[in-house]
C-alpha cells in the first residue's frame, strides 16, 4: 500500500469554479499535512499545511483533514487559469520524514 | 534571502558514466534533504541530513548513489555508475526551525 495516495486526474476544471482535490494516507500517526503546488518544469512550493482535524483557509484556498478517515483535501475556489499545475499532497511519515503522492494535474479551462 | 541554489540545471550523461550535483541551502538552514523526482510521480526521498549527520538515507541506493555535506552548509549527490532509471529530476530542500520545506530549481539527468 503506497503511504500516501491521491486521485489520479487530471482535474479539468472551468474559470470560476471550485478545483477539488483528495488525498489519503497509511499512516494513522502522522500528524502534518501539507499541500506544494508544482508548475511544469518548476520546484514543488508550499501553499497550505494543516495539523488539525477540520477546515483551514488560506484566501481562495481551504484544507480539509479528517484523521479518523485518514482523509485530507484542497479545494480551490474560483480557480484562475494561473492555479493549472500539478498539486501535490505530503504527510509526515515515522513522525519527521515527508512522504508525497504522486500528484493531481489540474487544468483550469478559460 | 537568497533560495536553495542547485548546479548544474540540466545533465545528459551515458549510462555507467558518474555524474556529481551540488546543493546550497538558505543561509542558516539545518536540515537539507535531497529528493528524487521521476516524470510523473511525486519526489522520493533519497537522503536528509541535519547539520553534517545523516538522519535517514534507508531509500539511498547506496552501491551507486552517494552524499555528503561537509561543514554542515553544502552538499553534493554522487551517482556512480549512472543507470537508465536514474533519469529524474534531483531536488534539494532545506529547512529551518518551522516545518515548511523550501525546494531548489532541481537538476534534469538524462541517462542515455
Not at chain 1, 14 to 33: H, K, M, V
Not at chain 1, 60 to 70: E, M, P, V
Not at chain 2, 53 to 60: A, I, K, N, P
Request: hydrophobic residues 35%; glycine residues 8%; charged residues 20%.
Amino acid at each position: 500500500q503506497k503511504e500516501v495516495e491521491q486521485n489520479s486526474g487530471p482535474l479539468s476544471v472551468p474559470e470560476g469554479a471550485i478545483a477539488s482535490l483528495n488525498c489519503t494516507y497509511s499512516d494513522r500517526g502522522s500528524q502534518s499535512f501539507f499541500w506544494y503546488r508544482q508548475y511544469s518544469g518548476k520546484s514543488p512550493e508550499l501553499i497550505m499545511f494543516i495539523y488539525s482535524n477540520g477546515d483551514k483557509e488560506d484566501g481562495r484556498f481551504t484544507a480539509q483533514l479528517n484523521k479518523a478517515s485518514q482523509y485530507v483535501s484542497l479545494l480551490i475556489r474560483d480557480s484562475q487559469p494561473s492555479d493549472s499545475a500539478t498539486y501535490l499532497c505530503a504527510v509526515t511519515f515515522m513522525g519527521y520524514k515527508l512522504s508525497f503522492g504522486a500528484g493531481t494535474t489540474v487544468t483550469v479551462r478559460a | 534571502e537568497a533560495g536553495v541554489a542547485q548546479s548544474p540545471r540540466y545533465k545528459i550523461i551515458e549510462k555507467r558514466q558518474s555524474v556529481a550535483f551540488w546543493c546550497n541551502p538558505i543561509s542558516g538552514h539545518a536540515t537539507l534533504y535531497w529528493y528524487q523526482q521521476i516524470l510523473g510521480q511525486g519526489p522520493k526521498l533519497l537522503i536528509q541530513f541535519q547539520n553534517n549527520g545523516v538522519v535517514d538515507d534507508s531509500q539511498l541506493p547506496k552501491d551507486r548513489f552517494s552524499a555528503e555535506r561537509l561543514k554542515g552548509v553544502d552538499s553534493t549527490l554522487k551517482i556512480q555508475p549512472a543507470k537508465l532509471e536514474d533519469s529524474a529530476v534531483y531536488l534539494c530542500a532545506s529547512k529551518g526551525g518551522r516545518f515548511e520545506q523550501f525546494f531548489g530549481p532541481g537538476t534534469r539527468l538524462t541517462v542515455l
